[in-house]
């Protein structure tokens, strides 16, 4: 797996509008340069046949039942789904907080550049779940979004053997370690799906978010 | 064991530990499929079985551990050795997660206490991905039973585990610990591991344990890609190497036992020969004497009143940042000294290796006088390091020496005694004999031996640098120990003491000096390194020398070790003069994010103005016009930040000048800052911290996941106005709200802040806070409001 940055996303994850000046663009370049150089990128990931005939929907080769209707209407052409995580690793970690020492805006700009390779490896990933047969994929879904539950976290976890496999596990209160990952699923349909697109109204921020504030969104949407 | 469980109808989803519980029978009839099949040594069905994991099942780990090391004892018999087999507790440890040092050692102590009392003969610690809680977990075995313990732990293919640790660190740091058998188990095939294994192998004397997988697994349909046959033909390396203990890991079962011991039926295990060498490291840093290695002196409060006074004050990112420019400048060791006078060195002592290790990878050299600081620097640094120091005093050698056996350390040996320091070399000589003799009686292995002959000033009495000369060379050729010295003292009241200081390193390094202990920042000596490693062929090709100097002018002037005592002085060192933009102030340097100008030009006005009117009339006006740009949607965080970060270099130059003057330091009123319990995400409450220290204000950072006791307890001691609390997840908002509660519990008199992406300030207010902080130029305002 390649670690791509995008350094429009990444200035944008830091708080910056418009486009970077020319002291900011080297620094956000060699910020990807060392978040690129310093990541250990790993992932896995495993397929499940999905069962909606109850509530919520169920993975059926295990116990896991993921509730709520937004999965639900995400799922509804999928026979199968791809659960996985992926992660740039803990060096780039040590990175970041090395440079909250010495220099706090290049430290910014580090984490969020690693927001952004982790994002990059969600897309290299989801690919995996195109096998030979023509299929059409959904959006990515994480637990958190919308009503599903955060606390699905530590079961994907479980579910995938992060732990063992690719070193990623979930704190006592949540968190995943190393920070930079993320697990996700994504359905697996016949037909062409369209993008669901919740916008800001998904988003935890959205009352006190500082971008709706000035009429942009965080994606660079005018309101 | 999980998967021979699975196929005797284990349902999926259930711990193997309690299945193992309610089903000894088919535990045993698994041992003795085993045994059956060659095992000699049976990891028990408890590789899950700690505090941690077991919480949600209802069922104590002393009832599961029982339970299942039984089965395991009836089916060995007397034939085989039942191990207690533990494997990670499933979270990691701080600085990468939130498990202290405490927490971790408490979980694998009830476990291996539970083993040793069901009748275990060994403790084997598998599959550990992190070096610092394979260590934790081996100091509990071996504080808390006499069972022999083996140690293997996993690594990806690139040789390094998941959380970057070295072959060689975990070789040699677990070596000394006193460990019965080092290697390697799971995720890879045998071929893979082999590399890895041999550079182990390399390293330590113990007997080495290799335990693979059948290969790799099919993503697919979880089925392993390598046979019986295929396995064992690949083990048979394991003889050519010299291991000891061989098993099959992930995807084999008793067949696989089978064919590998017929494939190993009659080979002999090959001898080892170890490469005996002083190696120092961290998890990620191997530093092995060779080629010169150098050790950066500057955490050190003797005689240095700004890291007195940071260290006094529990600015660690000010000690931090030290140890980063050391780092930076080529530095290979950290030195650490917290022995400030009327503080609790002990105390101090273990915050700031756990503060230095979140921010650098260094192996450290912990220097104390005080044996219990020595020891707190030894049990929570998560590698291999140095001790600094013994020397000849028989008490020192008998309180210190068990301390650096017990912890597996190099320890640094002074040639003085009672009696003072040797006029002679012969002198010296003869206690670094006595050092090495005591360690030897102690079990500490010769490379493990550092011999400081001490260099006294040139400018008492002619000889002294030929003495420390010819003391160095003796032992180096007679007794073979690695050397170490610090070099500074030889000029001590002579002009020039930098031209002296190298010329003097020169002739140490000729003499076989190894580790250095110096000033890294000072170009002039690193220099020195470089050309020395270079002339005696540790630099292949002169690269290194190469690219030092390529770019370098040429010109005679220096830079001198003062200048690498600050941050901003370090960036603004080499240009001391007034800068050629028209007009510039401090104000226009930070209003542009001009770091090494900023700090020019506070140095500059330090001549003419006082040093609180500087920050009164020049910096904080500053950042207020700064904050106000932000606020109107002129600039956004980026511009903010570096603006932050020239106002910091600014004040940098204040904090050192005022320093040096023996004043009291600038401040508005004590904050503190921390994220709550839980929670580990930072660089915003970094953000505020940088803001908040920028106007004056003392912020006392207690880090991250930090429990609401610690706050309520620091508020109370330092009496602290202003709190502010951060918390980037959902999850981690009880935390946040329990806190506060307490804070109000305890009546002290304050005002809180809330900050955080998932904070609002309906919340806020629900939860009793008295101010929501939606950014950090909200909170300088707030803390204008209650502190002034």
Known sequence: ?????????????????????????????????????????????????VDRSGDGVLLSETELLLPGKAVRAL????????????????????????????????????????????????????KKAIGSEEVFLTDRFSPGYEDLPLSLQPDFCRLLDTGRKIGVMVSGSGVMIPRKSVTALVGIADRKQKSRDSGCSACPAYGSCSYRESGVTCYGHIL | MGTELQKRGMPAGMLPEIYGMEHPEIVEEIHRAYIDAGSRILYANTFGANGKKLQRSGKSVKEVVTANVCSARKAAGDLCGVALDVGPIGEMMAPIGTMSFEEAYALFREIVTAGKDAGADLVVFETFSDLAEIRTAILAAKEN??????????????????????????????????????????????KSLMPIIRKIGSITELPLIVKANAGLPDARDGHYDIDAAAFAREMSECAEIGVRIVGGCCGTDPEYIRELKKALEGKSCAERTVRKQTAVCS???????????????????????????????????????????????????????????????????????????????????????NAKALENGLRYFPGKAIVNSVNGEETRLKTILPLVKKYGAAVVGLTIDENGIPETAEGRFRIAEKIKKACLSYGIP???????????TVSASADSASVTLKALRMVKERLGLSTILGVSNISFGLPDREEINRTFLTMAMEEGLDFPIMNPNSEFMMDAVASFRMLNGADPGCENYISRFRDREKTHTRTSAAAGDSKAA???????????????????????G???????????LLMQKEALDIVNEDLIPALDKVGAEYEKGIIFLPQLLRSAEASESAFEVIKDYIAGKGEQPVTKGKIILATVKGDIHDIGKNIVKTILSNYGYRILDLGRDV????????????????????????????????????????????????????????????IGADYYAKDAKRSADIAREVLG
Not at chain 1, 30 to 38: F, L, P, R, V, Y
Not at chain 2, 343 to 361: G, H, W, Y
Request: one cysteine or more; a negative charge.
């Open chain 1, 1 to 49: 797996m390649k670690i791509k940055v995008d350094l429009a996303e990444a200035y944008r994850y830091m708080g910056g509008r418009g486009e970077p000046d020319g002291q900011e663009k080297k620094e956000l370049e060699k910020a990807a340069e060392m978040i690129a150089e310093s990541s250990n990128p790993r992932s896995i990931e495993r397929f499940f046949s």
């Open chain 1, 75 to 126: 799922l509804k052409d999928c026979r199968e789904c791809m659960i996985f995580c992926v992660t740039i690793g803990n060096e780039p970690e040590m990175l970041i907080r090395r440079w909250e020492v010495e220099n706090i805006a290049f430290a910014a700009a580090l984490d969020a550049c690693a927001s952004s390779a982790v994002e990059s490896l969600c897309e290299q990933e989801e």
């Open chain 2, 145 to 190: 039973s006499d069972l022999p313990v083996f140690a293997t732990m996993t690594f990806e293919e690139r040789g390094r585990t998941f959380t970057g640790c070295m072959a060689e660190s975990f070789a040699a740091t677990v070596s000394g610990l006193g460990a019965a058998a080092i290697g390697v188990n799971c995720s890879l095939g045998p």
């Open chain 2, 283 to 369: 998890a990620t840093r191997f530093a092995v004497s060779g080629s010169i290695r150098v050790i950066g002196e500057r955490i050190n409060p003797t005689g240095k009143k700004r890291i007195q006074q940071a260290m006094k004050d529990r600015d660690f990112d000010y000690v931090l940042a030290q140890g980063i420019s050391e780092a930076d400048a080529g530095a290979d060791i950290l030195d650490v000294n917290v022995g400030v006078p009327g503080l609790d060195e002990p105390e101090l002592m273990k915050e700031c290796v756990q503060q230095l290790i979140s921010a650098t990878d260094l192996p450290l050299q912990i220097d104390s006088g």
């Open chain 2, 446 to 456: 010769e490379e493990d031996i550092l011999i400081d002959c001490l260099t006294l």
């Open chain 2, 570 to 592: 370090q960036a603004g060192a080499a240009q001391d003069k007034m800068p050629d933009k028209a007009g510039h102030t401090i104000e226009t340097a930070v209003m542009t």
């Open chain 2, 594 to 604: 001009q770091k090494s100008e900023a700090a020019i030009l506070t140095k500059n």
């Open chain 2, 707 to 766: 429990p609401p006791e610690k706050i309520v307890e620091t508020a109370l001691r330092e009496d602290v106005k202003l709190i502010g609390l951060s918390a980037l997840m959902t999850t981690t908002l009880p935390s946040m709200e329990e806190t506060v509660r307490q804070l109000r519990k305890s009546n002290h008199a304050c005002r809180i802040m809330v900050g955080g992406a998932v904070l609002t300030s309906a919340y806020a207010r629900s």
